[in-house]
DNA sequence: TCGGGAACTTGTCAATGTCTAGATACCGGC
DNA sequence: GCCGGTATCTAGACATTGACAAGTTCCCGA
């Protein structure tokens, strides 16, 4: 404090990613700018470069972070035993709070989706889900209605397409939805 | 060809819209540039400004025609008589046929989506959505269910995050998809 | 025919992503 | 305790971009 900033940030990363989901989270992740980033961080221009080679590998970076996230989530309330409608409110959930994460893991255009720490996240997240349907009529075709539904509805709501009640908890229409795709089965609706 | 390009282009706006939608086909909307479109259609730097105001309005202009078409799709299978997963396939068909139209139409971030001219075609397109589903189970609940379920395929789909099996036709998986929503109602199909 | 306006060009500016080289601070081994 | 290597960050430069301003060419209607 005495003499401005310290050389060494301290933990540089994890305040750039931070950054990052307060722009994408405020303006969408076309407004995201390295040297933006950098400049509200208090570093040099070129000081997020070097812990994300690239624009690309930043939102590489919190794409992998997303997925952890949303598997994070996921496994929580399956330990909790909750069904397929938990999960599907768990994942509507987790969009809607982590809109920036959930924006850039499904754009693989501005991140590097080969990249293994992505795919590896990627793939515990979808086991999760696809674990959570299994059994439920036909396998596959029911885990992918499964999953088109909430994220359908997550995406729609996070764009804002869907008209809605000021005041509404996408939690709850979210879970509503998602209770609708199989609200016939098991006991009463 | 004898002295080179005329001064008049003839049709820039159609054409540089047309390169936009080759571009983001191929390497996703974050990869347009007004420039990169201005030499891809044989035009100066600035030529395309002139029919659109911004980046902004370029992607608007797209969002624009993007919704009428999706709107003439979903009339056209109205008209013939279609159910709900008619409209829903013809809906993932408009997603996966004009990926570069509907990938802007939902990312409210790159265009002006409250421009008259978007705002008019999103809401005919959704009437018609709405229309497709009313009069089954809750209305409000199942037209979200519905236009989630086939929203959320055709944004996975697209975005490459369904493993598939290579010859799969994504209008198929869809109506499947689709039909799996209302799968035990009414009669035939 | 002639003048106004639409369509397009050329020049310019601030800002961005990326690269390079250099400055500073931390850390493990002696 | 200090010393050298390395991770972290700064500073400068360059090509490229979106946007703006002013000029040029062409069309079209009164």
Redo the contacts with the bound molecule.
Sequence with gaps: MTSG??????D??RAVLAAAVDVITERGASA?????L?RRVG?????P???F????GLLTALAAEGFELLADALSATRDGGGDFVDLGAAYVRFAVEHRAHFEVMFRPDLHHPDDPAVAAARERAGALLQGGVAGEGEPGLAAVAAWSVVHGFATLWNTGALTRDPGDDPEVVGRAVAGFLFRDQGRGR
Tied chains: 1, 2.
């Design positions: 900033r310290p050389y060494h940030h301290g540089l990363r995201v700018g390295l040297r933006d950098a570093v040099s221009h070129a000081g470069v070097h812990h080679r690239d624009k690309a």
